[in-house]
């Protein structure tokens, strides 16, 4: 059974930072798309940043690009997300997602949560200005 358990998030000011991590567990975690999602109170999810543990391979939505950064840790089965210069735009609920045993190719696929088969129950952050 596929567990994700995001923890991390919290309360900053802007041009803060916060790192989420996200414990799996359940399937091989080296070979799966990986991704974290956000939404926003009245909004849609939507796609953050992606990873394929399998390579590394790494994709960001426009709104994040040189401010988020999402890696793995094999040995730890966790997937994290190192946010840096927090904006109060950037405040919602955090979701990790995984789809094992697939490689989702390119962006447009790996930031869309109908990919997904797997969520965790999120983890707030909040950015104040």
């Known amino acids: 059974q596929v567990q994700l358990v995001e923890s991390g998030g919290g309360s900053v000011q802007a041009g803060g930072s916060l790192r989420l991590s996200c414990a799996a567990s359940g399937y091989s975690f080296s070979r799966a798309s990986m991704g974290w999602f956000r939404q926003a109170p009245g909004k849609e999810r939507e796609g953050v940043a992606g990873i394929y543990t399998g390579s590394g391979s790494t994709y960001y939505a426009d709104s994040v690009k040189g401010r988020f950064t999402i890696s793995q840790d094999n040995a730890k089965n966790t997937l994290y997300l190192q946010m840096n210069s927090l904006k109060p735009e950037d405040t919602a609920m955090y979701y990790c997602?995984?789809?094992?045993?697939?490689?989702?190719?390119?962006?447009?696929?790996?930031?869309?949560?109908?990919?997904?088969?797997?969520w965790g129950q999120g983890t707030r952050v909040t950015v104040s200005s």
């Open positions: 997602a995984a789809r094992p045993n697939t490689l989702l190719f390119g962006g447009l696929l790996q930031l869309q949560a109908a990919q997904y088969n797997n």
